[in-house]
């Protein structure tokens, strides 16, 4: 889950692609253990993502 936020971070404030960098994070939302450390993370930038587009 980590390295997914990592990388959907870069596409969403480096490169502009926000639909993109939702589009990994749901995949990998799915994908998730429930007690995964950047869960919580991940599910709060997916927000906020998804408030942008």
Avoid: C, H, Y
């Amino acid at each position: 889950m980590g390295n997914a936020l990592q990388n959907a971070v870069v596409l969403a404030d480096s490169k502009g692609d926000d639909a993109q960098a939702a589009k990994i994070l749901r995949g990998a939302l799915t994908r998730a253990a429930p007690d995964d450390p950047a869960l919580t993370e991940a599910q709060d930038f997916l927000s906020e993502l998804d408030e942008r587009l």
